[in-house]
């Protein structure tokens, strides 16, 4: 019997799509084909949800053969608690500002009634690397999920880019001029030189247990 695991509602909307697609007599969708079916913004989301599918033994297919995926028995049917994947672009620094490019490193599969909002095509995940946002309860291995596009107000903890430099910092309004605040004592704020471009803004908290 199959160890398959239960899918969430995006992971079978996927599987549905490259079924009808199979059943017309077509070969199976391409990452491309998926994310314009279902309007993601990039074919990396549509793999993503592929390679989970592929993982969970929902789907199968041969090893370096491109439009090879096909279908394995489903044994279990979607939760009735929405289940959705969200990007997981690498990591953050909760520190000093840091030059560095976010790598994709998966997906993170939550439920919408356990984080409080129902994420978008604009959400996603980065990993938390150092101390700065202690006093927000953020610790470093914590993974934040931001939305990307709303503007941040006055108190929001903001995904940022700061004179070219990443940094996770709570969003400041003095004198209608912005700057990032540290939430621990031994970092400073941070007061833009040049620019700052809000990458998302926070929304919700994931923190695995420390072994």
Do not use: W
Request: positive net charge; proline residues 6%; hydrophobic residues 40%.
């Amino acid at each position: 019997m199959s160890s398959m695991r239960e899918l969430s509602q995006q992971q079978a909307a996927v599987r549905e799509f490259i079924a009808s697609q199979l059943a017309l007599g077509r070969p199976s969708p391409s990452h491309r084909e998926i994310a314009s079916h279902f309007g993601f913004a990039s074919s990396y989301a549509a793999g993503c949800h592929v390679r989970t599918l592929l993982r969970k033994g929902a789907l199968v297919a041969e090893p370096g053969k491109a439009r090879s995926l096909r279908l394995a028995e489903m044994l279990k049917t979607p939760r009735r608690s929405a289940v959705v994947d969200i990007p997981l672009f690498g990591s953050i620094p909760a520190g000093f500002g840091q030059d560095r490019e976010q790598e994709a490193e998966g997906c993170v599969s939550v439920d919408i009634h356990t984080i409080g909002f129902q994420p978008t095509r604009h959400t996603f995940a980065l990993r938390v690397v150092g101390d700065s946002m202690i006093g927000r309860h953020i610790c470093e291995g914590d993974i934040v999920i931001l939305e990307h596009g709303p503007e941040p107000r006055h108190g929001q903890i903001v995904a940022a880019l700061m004179d070219r430099k990443s940094t996770l910092k709570t969003f400041v309004l003095k004198n209608n001029k912005p700057f990032l605040k540290a939430e621990n004592p031994k970092y400073a704020d941070l007061i833009p030189a040049e620019e700052l471009m809000i990458q998302g803004v926070f929304r919700a908290l994931i923190r695995k247990a420390r072994e």
